[in-house]
Every structure is written in C-alpha cells, then in structure tokens.
C-alpha cells in the first residue's frame, strides 16, 4: 500500500493499492520536489468518475507504468469533491492548454507547483490522435531535464492566464472585500453576455459535446432575469431544461439526470448519477416551474 492508505477520502483510498507512489496533496510532497528538483503530477478525480476508473486500471496498476512515474515524478492523488479549489486552478491550466477539459485531471508542475502541461485521459497505447501515457510521461520527463527554459517560460504564461482569470474565487479574498464591492449591476450584466455568447440555441444549455447542465449558469440565468427583468435569460433556462427532460441525459425510465451527454443534443448521456447534479436540478426546476 503507498501513503493514501492513511486518508479518508474515498476516491483516495481507491488509488491506495495502487504501484504509484501516490502523495496527498500535502505540504511535505512539494518539499520532496524541491529537494529532488523533479517535475510533478497531481491526478485529480473523483470516486464516480468513469475515466479516472479506466485510466487506474490501465495504467497507475501497471507496475512498469508506475515505476516510470514513481523514477521521473512526485505523484500526488487529489479528490476533486474533497479540494475544488486545487481541481479549479489546474483545470483553468488544462483549458488554457488544450481548449477543453474534463477527468481524470492530469497536471504537471514545476516543483514550486506552477503548471506547464496539462490533459485529461490519455491511453495505455496511441490512439485516436493521442499519444499513450508512458510516452507522455517519457516526453515530460525529457522536456523537463533537456528543456528547462522552456518549461519554466510555459509556467509563468500559463500562471499569468490563471491570474487574469475572471474568476471570482482566484482574483479576490471574499472574506475581506464588501459583497457591495464584488457584485455590481455592471458585473451581473457582464456574466450574463458572457454566458449568452455559450447559448447553444438549437439545443439548450450551453457549448457543444460533452456537455453538461451547467445547473449555476442556468441558475445564474434564473436570478439574472428575476433581478434585471430580461426575458430572454429565463427564456434560455426553460428551452435548455425541456431539452434536457425530453432526452437522453435524463432517465426516462428510472428517473433522475446522468452527469452529462456525450452528444451535444442531449441524445447520449455518460451512465452516472450524481447525487449533487441531481439535487441542484430538482431546485432549479422547481423555481423555473414556479416563475
């Protein structure tokens, strides 16, 4: 057993058989970076994700896989329902990157913890356009030694983005800013023609596949149109919900809504509930019912 042993996380202790020499996300794995000036890998998933399932079996319980991680790289394991603010940081990176994002999360950092490449699942072997995981790994770990500059130029691009993010939660310590401050009309109409240029409207919600909810956006929506009147905002919130009802992201058999559809028309859903999806569209419906 490798050091999650000792976690309470259920995600965590599903990764504590594993060959890897799998971190926390503790102080003392970075500390062990920087003494071994290695690049490092934090993994973050969550217990009922698919992917992060498919990619433990094929990879993190291959012993040659492992040792290849555990010889270039300090490993560490994140539950992301256990620290969303360390999955939001390195999943901005991921978006950054590549456009799009999704988990399993995998992140590679400097060891002072700055990310400089970041991507989701990747396969045992080549396939559909994607390198395998040993051979990113390989290629990482030669970036890193060969390519230091570029490496470190990579990190402070992509930790300038993360910075800039319009993200609330990065750029401000709430607990020391007047709500008044944080939250103008000017802002709230902001978000909201921000979400608007997303607005999938031939089939609801918001982008293109996999797609999700987005149960806070339409949420957002919900409240926006209640404060500022705009009927287009609600009108948007019960478009997107009578799609999602009328397909095959929600159960039309056993009931409840899947995490997401693999189709941009709700057609194809990923076959797992969550309990949280679940509960946030049970309220949202409710208040759209009621409005």
């Not at 217990?47 to 291959?62: G, I, K, L, N, P």
């Not at 300090?74 to 988990?103: F, H, L, T």
């Not at 919900?241 to 095959?248: A, V």
Request: glycine share 6%; proline share 6%.
């Amino acid at each position: 057993m490798n050091r999650l042993q000792h976690e309470t996380s259920p995600y965590l202790l599903q990764h504590a058989h594993n060959p890897v020499d799998w971190h926390a996300w503790k102080p003392e794995a970075f500390e062990r970076a920087k003494a071994e000036d290695k690049p490092i890998l934090v993994s973050i998933g969550y217990s009922t994700c698919h992917w992060c399932h498919v990619m433990e079996r094929e990879s993190f319980e291959d012993e040659q896989v492992a040792a290849l991680m555990n010889e270039h790289f300090i490993n560490i394991k994140v539950d992301r329902e256990e620290r969303p603010d360390v999955d939001q940081i390195y999943m901005e990176a991921c978006q950054a990157i590549s456009g799009s994002g999704g988990w399993p999360l995998n992140c590679f950092l400097t060891p002072d913890g700055r990310p400089f490449f970041a991507g989701t699942y990747y396969p045992p072997r080549p396939a559909h356009n994607r390198p395998s995981w040993p051979q990113l790994l390989q290629y990482i770990s030669e970036t890193f030694q060969n390519k230091r500059q570029e490496v470190e130029d990579q990190a402070n691009q992509l930790t300038e983005a993360i910075s800039k993010s319009d993200s609330v939660f990065l750029k401000t310590d709430a607990l020391h800013i007047p709500v008044a401050e944080l939250f103008t009309p000017e802002l709230a109409a902001n978000i909201y023609n921000a979400l608007k240029q997303n607005f999938d409207r031939q089939h609801g919600g918001f982008g293109g596949a996999p797609k999700f909810p987005g149960t806070m956006s339409l949420r957002y929506l919900l409240d926006y149109h209640f404060l500022a009147g705009d009927n287009e905002a609600f009108q948007h919130v019960a478009f997107s919900l009578e799609k999602m009802i009328m397909g095959g992201i929600y159960d039309q058999l056993g009931g409840g809504f899947a995490r997401y559809s693999t189709t941009r028309d709700w057609l194809a859903p990923h076959f797992e509930k969550m309990l949280y999806d679940n509960a946030l569209l049970v309220g949202l419906l409710a208040d759209a019912y009621r409005l």
